[in-house]
């Protein structure tokens, strides 16, 4: 259908909807959609991922992570070979271990 004032094109959605009596009948309220018309802002609800999965996390979790799992080229290392690389207590290293993969795991969902 289109409009003769704005030459916009727009769309009816019909649907068949069942009733108290369990047959479906023709949707009488029918919603109408302007494919012409602009989004509002404020509806959309638009997740941009980051570029890189390791942006969002801090430098320590970054490092904490990598070193853990051996990513980026670099060997699998132990909590206890962590902790003297970095002189931190393990129990730092844990925590920023555990809030990284968090982070990670809540982009990933």
Same mark, same amino acid.
Request: charged letters at 25%.
């Given at each position: ?10 769309? *009816? ?5 069942? $009733? ?25 609800? *638009?997740? *941009? ?5 390791? !942006? ?7 490092? *904490? ?19 003297? !690389? $970095? ?21 990933? $969902?």
């Amino acid at each position: 259908m289109t409009n003769a004032e704005t030459g916009a094109t727009t769309t *009816v959605m019909s649907s068949f909807w069942p $009733t108290e009596d369990g047959w479906p009948y023709p949707d009488t309220n029918r919603e109408v959609i302007d494919l012409d018309s602009e989004a509002d802002d404020d509806l959309l609800n *638009v997740r *941009v991922p980051p570029k890189h999965f390791f !942006d969002t996390l801090d430098p320590l979790e970054r490092q *904490v992570i990598a070193g853990r799992f051996g990513l980026a080229g670099a060997p699998v290392r132990t909590m206890k070979q962590l902790r003297m !690389d $970095t002189g931190l207590p393990v129990a730092d290293l844990r925590q920023a271990l555990g809030s990284g993969l968090d982070k990670l795991r809540i982009q990933l $969902t």
